[in-house]
């Protein structure tokens, strides 16, 4: 043996195996080390791109304004602390070809919420609020139901509601609505008109059958609806009023004044009586030009099929009972007996 070899073999042999050891175990395990730091890299990449940002908004409502594009309510959403990163909310929606869905409305975020449920939120119409209840009772006028859907709805006014419900008084039907929180004055509207349609579709060779127009059903049905509290008497109520018509009188309605001075009360005055309004049944003869509020389907179906009698006259007393007669002379006893 060569005795500088074997010396240096003694100074430099455990150095290098220490060397090569470490070597050793690095190239055994490189592809785990890799995919170690990849993953490594990915999770704080996930963080900082996905994760919801550590002053999200938790218990706050966010509103994504009408016709916003996703670039646009991602930025609402970026401005409110929802999302970090509101470019990769854009690239999200893109590349899932959902960036020109985005549903507007408020939202309300109760928990914080990684970048990926606010994309489905958002294309889905999540708004995180439960639906709003709301019941519309029957004869309930456009300024009444106004009145209601203000109050349910903050982002929807008064005013907002009458000029888009106003033409459709008589046809907007009463009845209990569960509401998206996001709704708006469209939306409301056309579920009380669809209603409206899918309730007369049943009555429609009924209404045919009549000989009268739509129009003047429902407004016929808007008067009694006030006029009268239950069913048999909404039927005597219309068979009366339709006399009436056909004998050319003026139906004398009190029911209309309360939509003429939009008043919840319609006990008219002698003044009141002589006021100048196409709705005026005492002064125009015929049925008004349209319904006086949103009538159920009880009066609708008396509209439809009154009861048939001699009666041309009625009243109400303290008690609620109604009173008939035939002539005006008898109506006249009817008020000296049973009003005060």
Known sequence: MDPVRDKNLESSGPPSAGVSNGMDFFNRHRVWAISFAFAMLCVGGYQALFSAPRDFPTGSI????KGSSAPAAAQTLAAAHVIAHPLVLELVLRFTRQSGNVHAGAYLFESRQNLFSVAERLVTGAYGFPPVRLTFVEGVTVREAAAQIAEAFPAISAEAFLKEARPYEGYLFPDTYFFSMSADVTSVVKAMRDNFNAKLAP????ISASGHSLTDIVT??????????????RHVVAGI?????????PLQVDAVFGYIFNRDTFSPSYADLKVDSPYNTYTHKGLPPG??????LDALDAALHPTKTEYLYYLTDKEGVMHYATTYAGHQANQRKYLP
């Open 62 to 65: 966010v509103t994504i304004a």
């Open 203 to 206: 009555l429609s060779a009924d």
């Open 220 to 233: 016929m049905a808007s008067l009694v609806e006030k006029e009268a509290r239950t069913s048999a008497v």
């Open 241 to 249: 009023l339709f006399n009436r018509l056909r004998l050319g009188m």
């Open 291 to 296: 319904a006086i509020n949103n009538p159920g």
